[in-house]
């Protein structure tokens, strides 16, 4: 059956995890919710020949329009293409909670949509995740469920405590599901305070013991890690500085993603450190330009530094940089 997504010069998730798994990078998944932020993404990958999945989440949706989104999409293909760039480009719904959801952002447009049921008993998330995928397959669309729960905000679900993956459920979860990757929780969080640090105190890693649990009962399947950035300090302190108070915000450090990534994890999700970087940028130019009123002269230098941020994590931390 043909796709919605297929007239838009977009791609499922298929080709680009399997390139992933077997080159030893992941494939990054940036949120975009407004122009600036989707010419950054582009830019950065195009420039750092870096596969991309481009994320929408709810709110998102709710933020920019799902018809304007789907547009904004089909103009960043066209872009990357006149750049001279074949990077392969996905639009992917982030933490879909319904199926009418992810029916809607598959009927849109979308090649890739994640069903989130990690909230749900388990044999409810089963339900939930093969409605989803029985759906989807028919138009060759990725899905990508969750087991195990995040600590912090998943869009309109929250939780205040994070629940690992259990391994011994990953090969039945995915047998009965037929689902295309699976994100999994081993300590990282949403938003920009992962850990609850005092003073001098190291970030905990992340338990690599059961991702590896997890790869080994399933081989060579596509994990996708959430909660994923870094919460770059350089701009927690550029934020404090220019009258913002993040005080204590803390993320996954970068070796520990890049570890990851050369594992089965082949999609990592980044949404803060984007946030952070335009909102420090701003902060900045803004408490120094105070008759500034021109949103160019400040959401400009924002996407340009995130653009850069964007190539940095490309090349130093998933190694997706110069796969195509
Ligand atoms: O996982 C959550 C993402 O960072 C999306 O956040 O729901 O505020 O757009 P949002
Ligand atoms: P961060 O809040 O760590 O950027 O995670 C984003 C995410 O997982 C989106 O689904
Ligand atoms: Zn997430």
Redesign the pocket.
């Known amino acids: 059956m043909k796709a919605p997504y297929h007239e838009i010069g977009i791609v499922n998730t298929r080709e680009m995890f399997r390139k992933a798994m077997e080159g030893g990078y992941a494939v990054p998944a940036y ?1 975009f ?1 407004n122009m600036e932020q989707l010419q950054a993404i582009i830019v950065g990958c195009v420039e750092s020949r870096s596969p991309v999945i481009l994320q929408v ?4 949706r709710d ?1 920019a329009n799902q018809t304007l989104l789907r547009y904004m999409a089909m103009g960043a293909v066209q872009m990357a293409r006149e750049m001279d760039s074949r990077i392969p480009i996905t639009l992917h719904l ?2 879909g909670d319904s199926f009418e959801l992810c029916k809607s952002c598959i009927q849109s447009g979308f090649s890739s949509v994640m069903i989130d049921g990690s909230h749900l008993p388990y044999e409810e998330n089963i339900k939930l995740t093969k409605q989803v995928v029985d759906y989807a397959n028919p138009y060759d669309v990725s899905v990508e469920g969750e087991l195990g729960v995040l600590a912090g ?4 679900v929250s939780s205040e405590v994070s629940h690992y993956t259990d391994p011994k459920q990953v090969q039945d979860f995915v047998d009965r599901t037929g689902v295309h990757s699976l994100a999994i929780s081993i300590g990282t969080s ?2 920009a305070y992962k850990f609850k640090l005092k003073p001098g105190e190291a970030v905990p890693p992340l338990r690599f013991d059961i991702l590896r649990e997890v790869e080994k009962r399933l081989p060579g399947f596509p994990i996708v890690l ?2 994923a950035s870094s919460v770059l300090q350089k701009y927690v302190a550029m934020i404090n500085a220019y009258g913002g108070n993040l005080q204590g915000a803390a993320g996954v450090p970068e070796e520990q993603l890049r570890e990851a990534a050369r594992s089965a994890v082949c999609k990592i ?1 980044i ?2 450190d984007g946030r952070m970087v335009v909102t420090a940028v701003v902060r900045r130019i803004l408490a120094e330009n105070p008759g500034e009123f021109d949103p160019r002269k400040y959401l400009g230098p924002a996407r340009k530094e995130l653009m850069e941020v964007i190539k940095h994590k490309n090349t130093n931390v998933l190694g997706s940089a110069g796969r195509y």
């Open positions: 949120n919710n989440s709810k709110g998102a933020y982030d933490h905000i998943e869009d309109e949403h938003g959430h909660g999700n949404d803060t």
